[in-house]
């Protein structure tokens, strides 16, 4: 909605929030593609007090889903921040 109102005038507003959104997009992506089929797996396991090597399945799944979810945090802030930017480009 906010990049419609800004495409007939361009700038650098619209700058930020194409890149704000492209970083939401990566957000996006690493739920959807990485974060939910670790999930899914791990539910797939079973419940917790029928997992014979619960370890085992904590290190295959844990250090993936950290990893991932860092990426969708980083993301997140990075087009959280691309939106102030633009905020404080529009009142400048």
């Keep these: 909605m906010a990049a419609a109102a ?3 005038r361009g700038g ?3 700058l930020w929030i ?3 959104l492209a970083c939401y997009l ?3 992506g690493v739920t ?3 974060n939910v089929p670790l999930n899914d797996r791990l539910e ?3 419940p917790v007090d029928r997992i014979a090597e619960l370890a085992d399945v904590r290190v295959w799944f844990e ?3 950290v ?3 860092l990426v969708r945090t980083l993301s997140s802030v990075a087009a959280f921040a691309c939106l102030i930017v633009a905020l404080l480009t529009r009142r400048g």
Excluded: D, Q
Aim: proline share 4%.
């Design 63 to 65: 250090a993936a889903w």
């Design 6 to 8: 800004y495409l007939t």
């Design 44 to 46: 797939a396991a079973g």
């Design 18 to 20: 194409v890149a704000a």
């Design 26 to 28: 990566v957000t996006f």
């Design 12 to 14: 650098p507003v619209l």
């Design 67 to 69: 990893r991932w979810n």
């Design 32 to 34: 959807i593609g990485l």
